[in-house]
């Protein structure tokens, strides 16, 4: 059965700081998501990252996958408190047999203080 | 706005009931896709459907059912509920079956 860790779980940062956000996973797996979600809303798609040595940027966020090391990191820089949001990351179709699903991490939930 | 539609918003009900849930996916994706997310299990995939048919099922109970009609909305269906239900559900969709997952804004389901 595939899991998929996050850590940490809570972050608490400071604006202006850097962190990093980490996703083990524990089969190979083709696709790798990374979605926010605000409270009580939905999720926002932010990275979709399709193969080994992948990295996106998009503003303050970088998303990188490893797949021989079966890891993705959310890296966040100066960071501002638009940010604070709960981060999940997901890994997508890992065999025929489990369809599509994607299997979600716990979250991470970031709050970014003054 | 990703496109894909949900009804209802929120959902009050009591123990033992019945509801059913809605969802439209984008205009051309045929797969749709139902996750539960609750404090204590986290964000879970229900089941999957494409083009009308069932294609993957997760960690759904017997007391759940689902199904995708001919216009590719799909209908969550929830009996007997128990206050464990209480959840966010959402709806998801796909072009094809292995492309990117697009979520609904979702349905809070409250079980009293």
Known sequence: ?114 | DSGVTQTPKHLITATGQRVTLRCSPRSGDLSVYWYQQSLDQGLQFLIQYYNGEERAKGNILERFSAQQFPDLHSELNLSSLELGDSALYFCASSQGPWDEQYFGPGTRLTVT
């Open chain 1, 1 to 114: 059965e595939l899991k998929v860790e996050q850590n940490p779980l809570f972050l608490s940062m400071q604006e202006g700081k850097n962190y990093t956000i980490y996703c083990n996973y524990s089969t190979t797996s083709d696709r790798l998501y990374w979605y926010r979600q605000d409270p009580g809303k939905s999720l926002e798609s932010l990275f979709v990252l399709l193969s080994n040595g992948a990295v996106k940027q998009e503003g303050r966020l970088m998303a990188s996958l490893d797949t021989k090391a079966r890891l993705s990191t959310l890296h966040i820089t100066a960071a501002v408190h638009d940010l604070s949001a709960t981060y999940f990351c997901a890994v997508g179709p890992y065999q025929e047999t489990s369809g599509s699903r994607l299997t979600f991490g716990e979250g991470t939930q970031l709050t970014v203080n003054p």
